[in-house]
């Protein structure tokens, strides 16, 4: 049974599809466990989770980043206070009901996203971006490190027009400032947000030492840890 992403939280229709309503404008990583990680993170790993006897009525917000494979870019961002929940999925191509294989292959369009619900209290949407944009290469179009495809473009998909204003302003000024020549991230409305299978849900969290995990996210980390010690989650 499928979960969909949206307010209400639970379990509705078998459908992973989200629609934000926002006008429009094979895989080298190996096999992937299906089993479900029941204990304590591993060392440096916070998952993102509600802290205790938060009000659910509480007003939150959602932001969809795509920056290389889903597991890196939800591994960053599950470490940033007020990152509430942090979903995998798929999103700016044009297949319905699109299949890891099928977005891996190339033929639906869709780049891997996560879709970050958080609290704009603890944290603001810039604070987002400056993670996005540290821990991952927007200069290298369709490519991040050893995956290749339209599938790891870097992409930020905007829900409101606040969102694309700072995704451009913050873009703007990045190379105004010299630090990142040529970027090549788009800039685009969410339309549908795909929820991925369940074993990509947390990969990290369930499977720290899958080759490729320890090759290309604890770089990741370090670096966040680096740039934004300030934005890290201290449970």
């Known amino acids: 049974m499928w979960e969909p992403v949206g307010a209400a939280g639970g379990p509705q229709a078998p459908d992973r599809r989200v629609s934000t309503g926002v006008a429009p404008g094979g ?14 993170p591993p060392p440096g790993v916070h998952r993102a989770k509600p802290p205790a006897g938060q009000d659910p009525g509480m007003p939150r917000e959602t932001a969809t980043f795509g920056g290389g494979c889903f597991w890196c870019v939800e591994a960053t961002f599950e470490r940033v206070r007020g990152v509430e ?3 995998s999925g798929y999103a700016g191509g044009h297949a319905e009901d699109p299949t ?22 603890e944290i603001d949407y810039e604070d987002l971006l400056a993670v996005f944009f540290t821990t991952h290469d927007p200069t290298t179009k369709d490519r991040q490190g050893p995956d290749v495809g339209s599938q790891y473009r870097s992409i930020v998909l905007y829900e409101t027009e606040a969102q694309r204003e700072a995704a451009e302003a913050y873009i703007a000024d990045l190379e105004a400032a010299g630090e990142y020549e ?42 966040l840890e680096a740039r934004h010690e300030d934005k890290l989650r201290r449970d």
């Not at 990583?29 to 304590?40: D, L, N, Q």
């Not at 969410?190 to 499977?207: G, V």
Request: aromatic fraction near 8%.
């Open 85 to 87: 929940s942090v979903v």
């Open 182 to 223: 040529g970027v090549v991230t788009e800039v685009e409305p969410l339309e549908t947000f795909w929820r991925a299978e369940e074993p990509h849900q947390d990969y990290y969290e369930k499977n720290p030492n899958q080759p490729y995990c320890m090759a290309q996210i604890p770089p990741k980390l370090e670096k």
């Open 27 to 40: 895989c080298p990583r190996g096999s992937r466990p299906v089993g479900v990680h029941k204990g304590p």
């Open 100 to 121: 890891y294989e099928a977005v891996c292959a190339g033929t639906t369009g869709h780049a891997e996203v996560v879709r970050v619900t958080y609290d704009p209290d």
